[in-house]
C-alpha cells in the first residue's frame, strides 16, 4: 500500500485483502508487515483472540506466498520505495486527499512501478466523489465508504469474519482488489 496521506484506509485494506487472500488459498501463507510507527496492524492483531494470517514487521518476502505491506502515511524522502511486485494506491476523493494521491502518483509513474488504483470510501451520493473518480485513470477500483469496516477493526476482525448482506458487499469490493493484483502476478491462482 503506497500513499503520502494518512487516512486514507491503508491499514483497513491491507488486513482485510490478507483476509480475503487466506480465505481464498488457505493453505498459502499470508503475512502482513506493519511498517508504520503507530503500529496499526499489529494493534489489530492484538485485539483479535486468533488472526487467520500473521501480523509482524518483517520486511524480507522470501518465507510466504503473500506479502503485504502496511507502509507509514509519507512518501519515503530519497523516493525509494520498498521493493514489491504491485502497488496498491489506496485514496479518498475529497479536495486535500487528491492532491496528495497527485503527488504519489507522480513518483509512481516516475519510477514506472506497476500499480492499482483503489477509490476508497467512495459515496455515489456525493458529486465530489463521482466527478474525481471520473478523473482517475482507466481500471481503478471502489471501496464504498462502508461502516462494517471501522466497526470490525475495533473487534480485531475483518468483513471476511462476517456473514450477511453488509458484508458480503464489503466483500466483494476487496476480492475486485485480489483479483486486480491476480493480473500482475505470473502464478496460478485459481477462482476468486
Ligand atoms: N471503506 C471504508 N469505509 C468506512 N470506513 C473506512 C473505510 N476505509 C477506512 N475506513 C476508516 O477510515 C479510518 C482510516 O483508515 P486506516 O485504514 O486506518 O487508514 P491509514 O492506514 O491509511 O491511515 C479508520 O477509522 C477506518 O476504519
Ligand atoms: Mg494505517
Known amino acids: 500500500m503506497l500513499n503520502g496521506k494518512g487516512g486514507v484506509g491503508r491499514t483497513t485494506l ?22 508504520d510507527v503507530q503500529g496499526s496492524s499489529l494493534a489489530w492483531a492484538r485485539l483479535a483472540e486468533e488472526t487467520a494470517f500473521t501480523v509482524g514487521v518483517v520486511k524480507s518476502r522470501a518465507q510466504h506466498d503473500f506479502h503485504l505491506f502496511d507502509t507509514p502515511p509519507k512518501l519515503p524522502e530519497n523516493g525509494l520505495v520498498p521493493e514489491a511486485d504491485v502497488y496498491i494506491i489506496p ?15 507522480q513518483l509512481v509513474r516516475k519510477k514506472g512501478l506497476p500499480h492499482i488504483i483503489v477509490a476508497n470510501r467512495f459515496n455515489s451520493d456525493r458529486s465530489e466523489h463521482r466527478q474525481r ?6 481500471g481503478a477500483l471502489i471501496v464504498r465508504d462502508r461502516a462494517i469496516f ?9 468483513v471476511f469474519n462476517r456473514v450477511g448482506v453488509r458484508s458480503s458487499h464489503a466483500q466483494q469490493d476487496i476480492k475486485a482488489i485480489a483479483r486486480a493484483v491476480r493480473g500482475f502476478d505470473s502464478r496460478a491462482w485459481g477462482d476468486l
Open 133 to 138: 473518480f471520473a478523473q482517475l485513470p482507466p
Open 14 to 35: 491491507t488486513l482485510n485483502l490478507a483476509h480475503c487472500l487466506q480465505c481464498t488459498y488457505p493453505s498459502s501463507s499470508v503475512y502482513v508487515a506493519d511498517l
Open 91 to 105: 485514496t479518498l476523493l475529497d479536495a486535500v486527499s487528491y492532491v496528495v494521491f497527485l503527488k504519489t502518483m
Open 150 to 158: 471501522s466497526s470490525c477493526y475495533g473487534y480485531g476482525e475483518t
